[in-house]
Protein backbone atom coordinates (compact mmCIF):
# COMPACT_ATOMS: atom_id res chain seq x y z
CA UNK A 1 0.00 0.00 0.00
CA UNK A 2 1.74 3.16 -0.77
CA UNK A 3 1.92 5.95 1.57
CA UNK A 4 1.12 9.05 1.61
CA UNK A 5 3.33 11.04 -1.10
CA UNK A 6 3.78 15.14 -1.06
CA UNK A 7 5.43 16.81 -4.31
CA UNK A 8 7.47 19.01 -4.41
CA UNK A 9 9.91 17.90 -1.83
CA UNK A 10 11.72 21.08 -1.87
CA UNK A 11 10.22 24.51 -3.31
CA UNK A 12 12.65 27.56 -3.24
CA UNK A 13 10.68 30.64 -4.48
CA UNK A 14 11.39 34.57 -4.22
CA UNK A 15 9.22 36.89 -1.47
CA UNK A 16 5.37 37.24 -3.71
CA UNK A 17 5.75 34.64 -6.22
CA UNK A 18 3.38 32.02 -5.95
CA UNK A 19 3.68 28.40 -4.90
CA UNK A 20 1.46 25.36 -4.89
CA UNK A 21 1.74 21.95 -2.72
CA UNK A 22 0.46 18.95 -3.63
CA UNK A 23 -0.70 15.90 -1.25
CA UNK A 24 -1.80 12.79 -2.20
CA UNK A 25 -3.52 11.02 0.80
CA UNK A 26 -3.48 7.03 1.24
CA UNK A 27 -6.20 5.57 -1.02
CA UNK A 28 -9.63 5.34 1.04
CA UNK A 29 -8.47 7.70 3.21
CA UNK A 30 -11.51 10.27 3.84
CA UNK A 31 -9.71 12.26 6.48
CA UNK A 32 -6.89 14.73 4.68
CA UNK A 33 -5.07 17.03 7.08
CA UNK A 34 -2.49 19.57 6.99
CA UNK A 35 0.47 20.74 9.45
CA UNK A 36 3.17 23.21 8.97
CA UNK A 37 6.62 23.42 11.09
CA UNK A 38 8.10 26.83 11.43
CA UNK A 39 12.16 27.41 11.81
CA UNK A 40 12.07 24.45 14.30
CA UNK A 41 9.45 25.19 16.18
CA UNK A 42 6.25 23.23 17.25
CA UNK A 43 4.21 21.78 14.24
CA UNK A 44 1.11 23.33 13.71
CA UNK A 45 -2.20 22.32 11.74
CA UNK A 46 -3.40 24.08 9.62
CA UNK A 47 -6.66 22.37 8.04
CA UNK A 48 -8.57 19.79 7.78
CA UNK A 49 -11.02 17.89 5.33
CA UNK A 50 -13.33 14.95 4.80
CA UNK A 51 -13.71 13.83 1.69
CA UNK A 52 -13.60 17.53 -0.26
CA UNK A 53 -15.25 19.58 2.53
CA UNK A 54 -13.47 21.80 4.80
CA UNK A 55 -14.22 20.57 8.19
CA UNK A 56 -11.73 23.18 10.05
CA UNK A 57 -9.27 25.46 8.35
CA UNK A 58 -9.09 27.70 12.23
CA UNK A 59 -4.88 27.05 11.65
CA UNK A 60 -4.51 29.01 8.51
CA UNK A 61 -2.91 31.86 8.94
CA UNK A 62 -4.27 34.25 6.41
CA UNK A 63 -6.29 34.81 3.42
CA UNK A 64 -2.90 33.96 0.79
CA UNK A 65 -2.98 30.53 1.49
CA UNK A 66 -5.43 28.95 0.15
CA UNK A 67 -6.62 24.91 -0.03
CA UNK A 68 -8.48 22.28 -2.15
CA UNK A 69 -9.58 18.58 -2.46
CA UNK A 70 -11.59 18.34 -5.12
CA UNK A 71 -13.02 14.96 -5.92
CA UNK A 72 -12.08 14.28 -2.16
CA UNK A 73 -8.54 12.80 -3.45
CA UNK A 74 -5.59 14.67 -3.58
CA UNK A 75 -5.31 17.61 -2.28
CA UNK A 76 -3.47 20.82 -2.85
CA UNK A 77 -2.20 24.02 -0.75
CA UNK A 78 -1.31 27.34 -2.71
CA UNK A 79 0.47 29.95 -0.78
CA UNK A 80 -0.41 33.60 -2.95
CA UNK A 81 1.69 36.01 -2.59
CA UNK A 82 4.66 34.24 -0.33
CA UNK A 83 6.23 35.86 2.47
CA UNK A 84 9.46 35.32 4.28
CA UNK A 85 7.79 34.12 7.56
CA UNK A 86 5.85 31.20 5.02
CA UNK A 87 9.34 29.34 5.20
CA UNK A 88 9.03 25.81 6.90
CA UNK A 89 8.11 22.25 6.43
CA UNK A 90 4.72 21.68 4.96
CA UNK A 91 3.21 18.26 6.27
CA UNK A 92 0.25 16.34 4.66
CA UNK A 93 -1.56 13.79 6.72
CA UNK A 94 -4.68 11.21 5.99
CA UNK A 95 -6.21 8.79 8.07
CA UNK A 96 -9.60 6.78 7.74
CA UNK A 97 -13.00 8.14 9.25
CA UNK A 98 -13.18 5.05 11.59
CA UNK A 99 -9.77 4.46 13.51
CA UNK A 100 -8.59 5.79 16.63
CA UNK A 101 -6.65 9.22 15.17
CA UNK A 102 -4.32 7.26 13.56
CA UNK A 103 -3.02 9.57 11.19
CA UNK A 104 -0.16 9.10 8.51
CA UNK A 105 2.39 11.69 7.25
CA UNK A 106 3.94 12.54 4.02
CA UNK A 107 7.75 13.36 3.80
CA UNK A 108 6.83 16.87 4.23
CA UNK A 109 7.51 19.80 1.97
CA UNK A 110 10.20 22.18 2.59
CA UNK A 111 9.16 25.66 1.22
CA UNK A 112 12.26 28.09 1.35
CA UNK A 113 11.07 31.82 0.49
CA UNK A 114 13.62 34.21 -0.06
CA UNK B 1 -6.00 25.86 25.40
CA UNK B 2 -4.89 22.96 24.73
CA UNK B 3 -1.05 22.09 24.38
CA UNK B 4 1.69 20.34 24.49
CA UNK B 5 5.37 20.90 26.42
CA UNK B 6 8.55 18.61 25.82
CA UNK B 7 12.39 18.92 26.98
CA UNK B 8 14.34 21.14 24.96
CA UNK B 9 16.81 19.16 22.60
CA UNK B 10 19.06 18.32 21.83
CA UNK B 11 19.80 15.20 23.95
CA UNK B 12 23.18 13.51 23.13
CA UNK B 13 23.92 9.68 24.44
CA UNK B 14 25.86 7.33 24.28
CA UNK B 15 24.89 3.25 22.83
CA UNK B 16 22.85 1.66 25.24
CA UNK B 17 22.56 4.24 27.43
CA UNK B 18 18.76 4.88 28.68
CA UNK B 19 16.42 8.00 27.31
CA UNK B 20 13.78 9.61 28.65
CA UNK B 21 11.96 12.72 26.93
CA UNK B 22 9.91 14.64 29.06
CA UNK B 23 6.47 15.30 27.51
CA UNK B 24 3.39 17.08 29.65
CA UNK B 25 0.10 18.27 28.27
CA UNK B 26 -2.66 20.88 29.41
CA UNK B 27 -5.89 19.71 27.63
CA UNK B 28 -9.73 20.19 28.19
CA UNK B 29 -11.57 16.99 27.57
CA UNK B 30 -9.96 13.65 27.67
CA UNK B 31 -7.22 13.23 24.92
CA UNK B 32 -5.47 10.72 23.09
CA UNK B 33 -1.33 10.90 23.73
CA UNK B 34 0.81 9.76 20.88
CA UNK B 35 4.57 10.22 20.27
CA UNK B 36 5.89 10.58 16.85
CA UNK B 37 9.52 10.05 15.59
CA UNK B 38 11.07 11.37 12.20
CA UNK B 39 14.18 10.29 11.35
CA UNK B 40 16.30 11.84 8.80
CA UNK B 41 15.17 12.63 5.68
CA UNK B 42 11.59 10.86 6.12
CA UNK B 43 8.45 11.99 7.22
CA UNK B 44 6.48 11.56 11.14
CA UNK B 45 5.81 8.05 11.63
CA UNK B 46 3.82 7.13 14.31
CA UNK B 47 6.28 5.66 17.32
CA UNK B 48 3.43 4.46 19.80
CA UNK B 49 -0.05 6.00 21.54
CA UNK B 50 -2.02 5.93 24.31
CA UNK B 51 -5.67 6.51 24.52
CA UNK B 52 -6.92 6.75 28.24
CA UNK B 53 -5.22 7.41 31.73
CA UNK B 54 -2.96 4.73 33.17
CA UNK B 55 -2.26 3.08 29.60
CA UNK B 56 0.66 2.30 28.23
CA UNK B 57 1.95 2.55 24.75
CA UNK B 58 5.35 0.54 23.58
CA UNK B 59 7.08 -0.22 20.04
CA UNK B 60 10.52 -0.54 19.22
CA UNK B 61 11.53 -0.92 23.06
CA UNK B 62 10.13 2.69 23.42
CA UNK B 63 7.11 2.88 26.51
CA UNK B 64 5.37 6.08 27.57
CA UNK B 65 2.68 5.88 30.35
CA UNK B 66 -0.56 8.32 30.28
CA UNK B 67 -0.24 10.08 33.69
CA UNK B 68 -3.51 11.71 34.64
CA UNK B 69 -2.23 12.83 37.57
CA UNK B 70 0.68 14.64 36.74
CA UNK B 71 -0.65 15.40 32.95
CA UNK B 72 2.83 13.83 31.63
CA UNK B 73 3.35 11.06 28.58
CA UNK B 74 6.96 10.62 29.27
CA UNK B 75 9.03 8.69 26.50
CA UNK B 76 11.36 5.96 27.64
CA UNK B 77 13.92 3.54 26.25
CA UNK B 78 16.29 1.35 27.96
CA UNK B 79 18.86 1.08 25.95
CA UNK B 80 19.37 3.36 22.83
CA UNK B 81 20.90 2.83 19.27
CA UNK B 82 22.29 4.82 16.87
CA UNK B 83 19.42 3.55 14.81
CA UNK B 84 17.23 5.55 17.08
CA UNK B 85 19.02 9.07 16.67
CA UNK B 86 15.75 11.28 15.12
CA UNK B 87 13.35 13.95 16.11
CA UNK B 88 10.83 12.79 18.59
CA UNK B 89 7.52 15.06 18.67
CA UNK B 90 4.69 14.43 21.57
CA UNK B 91 1.10 15.02 20.40
CA UNK B 92 -2.12 14.93 21.53
CA UNK B 93 -6.04 14.87 19.75
CA UNK B 94 -9.43 15.66 21.68
CA UNK B 95 -11.74 13.11 21.45
CA UNK B 96 -15.03 12.98 20.00
CA UNK B 97 -17.94 16.48 20.88
CA UNK B 98 -17.47 16.85 17.12
CA UNK B 99 -13.33 17.19 17.47
CA UNK B 100 -11.51 17.11 14.41
CA UNK B 101 -8.95 15.04 15.74
CA UNK B 102 -5.87 17.57 14.63
CA UNK B 103 -3.02 16.94 16.53
CA UNK B 104 -1.02 19.69 19.02
CA UNK B 105 2.61 18.93 18.98
CA UNK B 106 5.03 19.71 20.81
CA UNK B 107 8.49 21.44 19.70
CA UNK B 108 10.28 18.09 18.95
CA UNK B 109 13.47 17.12 20.65
CA UNK B 110 16.36 16.09 18.72
CA UNK B 111 17.95 12.47 19.44
CA UNK B 112 21.84 12.39 18.54
CA UNK B 113 22.94 9.06 19.64
CA UNK B 114 26.70 8.08 19.70
CA UNK B 115 28.77 5.08 19.27
Known amino acids: EAGVTQFPSHSVIEKGQTVTLRCDPI?????LYWYRRVMGKEIKFLLH????????ESGMPNNRFLAERTGGTYSTLKVQPAELEDSGVYFC????????????FGPGTRLTVT | GNSVTQMEGPVTLSEEAFLTINCTYT??????LFWYVQYPGEGLQLLLK?????DKGSNKGFEATYRKETTSFHLEKGSVQVSDSAVYFC??????????????FGTGTLLAVQP
Open chain 1, 93 to 104: ASSQEDTSYEQY
Open chain 1, 27 to 31: SGHDN
Open chain 1, 49 to 56: FVKESKQD
Open chain 2, 27 to 32: ATGYPS
Open chain 2, 50 to 54: ATKAD
Open chain 2, 91 to 104: ALTLRGGGATNKLI
